[in-house]
């Protein structure tokens, strides 16, 4: 069945710093893919999406590209802030039917000032 | 437009008794989706809605759980004769189209002891 594997956290860092979590996917044809976080005490957001090979999303100074050749879908920020604290989950949506998400296990990111 | 609600948002419940919740998804939103999280884990997917119908039941979903969504517009979620096993975040979410981007509720958080 489809599956999603994340980096594992926790991850902690530096303002400024240079992020990237790790997602890889396994799963049959083309799925979309997803970035969803999660605040401290708030309810699941999408962050970010890519319905294509090669797609590449983008939000709030994050981004996510579709690589279909390495089954991956890897969430990188330039420049962190302490508001970007919070759980990252890479989630898969099948092409048919329910399209029902499949979630990664979540990475941890700590902020530092 | 305020977004899928869920209530309650915590409950507390002896084993063995029965519990219900209930999710109010957006408006117009013809998917409704119920998924499980545990403590450091992804959402999981127990049961989809396409209005009234409900139209996939997770293998995880046991016989003690029955979902409804009458009318199609808000769906309750039962658990009879809970288990400490049952201890969970229960997530709603919802959604237009066939695209799979979900909308997130805020969960109940159930705690059997």
């Known amino acids: 069945g489809d599956s999603v594997t994340q980096m594992e956290g926790p991850v902690t860092l530096s303002e400024e710093a240079f992020l990237t979590i790790n997602c890889t996917y396994t799963?049959?044809?083309?799925?979309?893919l997803f970035w969803y976080v999660q605040y401290p005490g708030e309810g699941l957001q999408l962050l970010l999406k890519?319905?294509?090979?090669?797609d590449k999303g983008s939000n709030k100074g994050f981004e996510a590209t579709y690589r279909k050749e390495t089954t991956s879908f890897h969430l990188e920020k330039g420049s962190v802030q302490v508001s970007d604290s919070a759980v990252y989950f890479c989630?898969?949506?099948?092409?048919?039917?329910?399209?029902?998400?499949?979630f990664g296990q979540g990475t941890r990111l700590t902020i530092n000032p | 437009d305020t977004g899928v609600s869920q209530n309650p948002r915590h409950k507390i419940t002896k084993r063995g008794q029965n519990v219900t919740f209930r999710c109010d998804p957006i408006?117009?939103?013809?998917?409704l989706y119920w998924y499980r999280q545990t403590l450091g884990q992804g959402p999981e997917f127990l049961t989809y809605?396409?209005?009234?119908?409900?139209?996939?039941k997770s293998r995880l979903l046991s016989d003690r759980f029955s979902a409804e969504r009458p009318k199609g517009s808000f769906s309750t979620l039962e658990i009879q004769r809970t288990e400490q096993g049952d201890s969970a975040m229960y997530l709603c979410a919802s959604s237009f189209t066939t695209l799979g981007e979900q909308y997130f509720g805020p969960g109940t958080r159930l705690t059997v002891t």
């Open positions: 799963a049959t044809g083309y799925p979309s």
């Open positions: 890519a319905t294509g090979a090669d």
């Open positions: 989630a898969l949506s099948g092409e048919k039917g329910a399209q029902k998400l499949v």
């Open positions: 809605f396409q209005n009234e119908a409900q139209l996939e």
């Open positions: 408006s117009e939103h013809n998917r």
